[in-house]
Nanobody, 120 residues
C-alpha cells in the first residue's frame, strides 16, 4: 500500500508564500504523476497542479504564474511553491500520486490534506 504524507500548510497573509511538500512511501515501483488538488469549504475538489515523472507540469489557470510544482523522482516527493497567495487560495490541499506498486498493480493514492489559510 502506498502512503502520502503532506507538510507545509499554515496561515499566511495575502501576498505571502508557502511551500507544500509530499512524500510517498510503501511498495512503489514507479509513480507516473504526482500533484496537488484543493478543496475549499462548500466547493468540489479541484486540480491545482500536476507533474509527470518526465517533468511535464500542468496548472490550473487560477494559479499559473504564482505556483510552481516540482518533484524528486529518486525520493518520491513532490513540492508546491505558492507565491503571491490570495484569500481565494484558502483550502485544504491534498497530495495525489498515481503509478505502479511494487507488485505491478496500478495505484492512486491521496494524502490526508493540509490546511492553507490566506488572510486578507
Amino acid at each position: 500500500q502506498v502512503q502520502l504524507v503532506e507538510s507545509g500548510g499554515g496561515l499566511v497573509q495575502a501576498g505571502g508564500s508557502l511551500r507544500l511538500s509530499c512524500a510517498a512511501s510503501g511498495r512503489i515501483f514507479s509513480i507516473r504523476v504526482m500533484g496537488w488538488y484543493r478543496q475549499a469549504p462548500g466547493k468540489q475538489r479541484e486540480l491545482v497542479a500536476t507533474i509527470t515523472s518526465g517533468g511535464s507540469a500542468n496548472y490550473a489557470d487560477s494559479v499559473k504564474g504564482r505556483f510552481t510544482v516540482s518533484r524528486d523522482n529518486a525520493k518520491n516527493t513532490v513540492h508546491l511553491q505558492m507565491n503571491s497567495l490570495k484569500p481565494e487560495d484558502t483550502a485544504v490541499y491534498y497530495c495525489n500520486a498515481e503509478g505502479l506498486s511494487g507488485d505491478f498493480r496500478n495505484f492512486a493514492a491521496w494524502g490526508q490534506g493540509t490546511q492553507v489559510t490566506v488572510s486578507s
